[in-house]
């Protein structure tokens, strides 16, 4: 009996100093995680403006039915959006402005591939950083896929 409680409490010590240093190891990787969201946060700025261009709408739809070459907003690249625009002298004559942004989205683009862009302002929040996302257009009463309220 005195062996196996020295066998047990030789076996709980092992396991209080193995769960000490996994909590140390855990701490050290925290905070090299945080640094690295620092630097990360760094490289990409503060402030990061995304614009998200809305896929045109189909023939039979409501709203009309224009294709690619009617709308006026184009994604250009992953960081530009080009407006075509009335002259300011001659309504007839189009000017084709460009407009540079951090991040793009083509019209087709997942809800996945926008919620992984803002993922590392969610890991600061939960560091404990202000964080502010503002997102702004027209909505849904339910604008995301897989919506988790349930509408």
């Given at each position: 009996?005195?062996?196996?409680?020295?066998?047990?409490?030789?076996?709980?010590?092992e396991?209080?100093?193995?769960?000490?240093?996994?909590?140390?190891?855990?701490?050290?990787?925290?905070?090299?995680?945080?640094?690295?969201?620092?630097?990360?946060?760094?490289?990409?700025?503060?402030?990061?403006?995304?614009?998200?261009?809305?896929?045109?709408?189909?023939?039979?739809?409501?709203?009309?039915?224009?294709?690619?070459?009617?709308?006026?907003?184009?994604?250009?690249?992953?960081?530009?959006?080009?407006?075509?625009?009335?002259?300011?002298?001659?309504?007839?004559?189009?000017?084709?402005?460009?407009?540079?942004?951090?991040?793009?989205?083509?019209?087709?683009?997942s809800?996945?591939?926008?919620?992984?862009?803002?993922?590392?302002?969610?890991?600061?929040?939960?560091?404990?950083?202000?964080?502010?996302?503002?997102?702004?257009?027209?909505?849904?009463?339910?604008?995301?896929?897989?919506?988790?309220?349930?509408l």
């Amino acid at each position: 009996m005195a062996q196996a409680s020295a066998g047990a409490v030789a076996k709980a010590t092992e396991l209080e100093k193995r769960c000490t240093s996994q909590a140390l190891e855990l701490k050290k990787e925290a905070v090299l995680r945080k640094k690295a969201m620092n630097e990360l946060r760094a490289l990409k700025g503060n402030i990061r403006v995304c614009a998200r261009v809305r896929p045109t709408r189909v023939a039979g739809t409501t709203g009309g039915d224009a294709t690619a070459d009617d709308v006026a907003l184009q994604r250009t690249d992953e960081f530009t959006i080009a407006l075509e625009t009335a002259g300011r002298g001659r309504k007839d004559e189009l000017v084709l402005r460009k407009y540079e942004f951090d991040t793009v989205f083509a019209p087709d683009a997942s809800q996945q591939t926008v919620y992984d862009e803002a993922l590392d302002l969610l890991q600061m929040s939960m560091d404990g950083y202000n964080v502010c996302l503002f997102a702004y257009g027209q909505v849904r009463t339910c604008a995301c896929d897989g919506c988790f309220w349930g509408l």
